[in-house]
């Protein structure tokens, strides 16, 4: 794959899923209007961010992939628009609960799921009573549009888990995202540059364009600050949304060109995995006769 047109659906939603549904699916249509072939909504849009307390009535907003109403609709959309979607979704399997990306190729397969790693647990983000840890493993996947990477915001914080896309092929990083102001804080905006300087030093370090998709608006108490943005692979923002613009951000990449030039930087090549064994552990003590 050479050239792609990707896009970034940045919007306030409802707690109600027929009309978020609805919404995404209007932008969607939208960007694909614009010419993109990967179009990237935010995460689990289908609803209010629900995990900012503990309920036990919230489990019952899980639902299993398959047959899932949202990852259908999108499907049937992907296949006529003949566009890429990953769709954030609140899955159930069995006893388990994850927080949930299908991807969804152009010819609306379910190419297959990638189930969050990294789950946070503080102020206004109690995830881990909502969700197990992901045990899919990072993933990436050869779309009909480049092969492409997806983590789940707080993964979006973790250079490991960007690396371990980038060593898997990843010629696009996506970041679906629900973040906003943390409870106390009086600056709705404190985590707004750290956010955003995370991900776009995975997008030089790994020299690759990352898509960061966020929610916007006020939920309950929980304003989200919005400022979805495209990076391309020197980690210039080459698009970006304020706290309060709806739409879609759409940008160009030609995917063959900016492979040559990761393999010109040599961060691939340059790699000391024989070194690297130290990331293996939680306190960095390496046993004796373990890999350094």
Known sequence: ????????????????????????????????????????????FHGHYFCKEEREDYFARALPAANHPVIEHFKKMAKSLGVVIPVSFFEREGQAHYNTVAMLDASGENMGLYRKSHIPDGPGYEEKYYFNPGNTGFKT?????????????????FPECARAMMLQGADLLLYPTAIGAEPGNTDPLATKDRWQRAMIGHAVSNVVPVIASNRNGKEGEQTFYGHSFIANERGD?????GAEEEGCLVADFDLEAIRATRAAWGFFRDRRTDLYGVLLTQDGKISPGAAK
């Open 1 to 44: 794959m050479g050239k792609v047109r990707v896009a970034a659906i940045q919007c306030s939603l409802s707690d109600d899923s027929k009309a978020n549904t609805e919404k995404i699916a209007h932008f969607v249509e939208k960007a694909a209007q614009e010419g993109a072939q990967v179009i990237l909504p935010s995460e689990l």
């Open 141 to 157: 996947w050869k779309t009909r549009f480049g092969t492409i990477g997806v983590g789940i915001c707080w993964d979006q914080w």
């Open 237 to 241: 923002r080459v698009k970006e949304f």
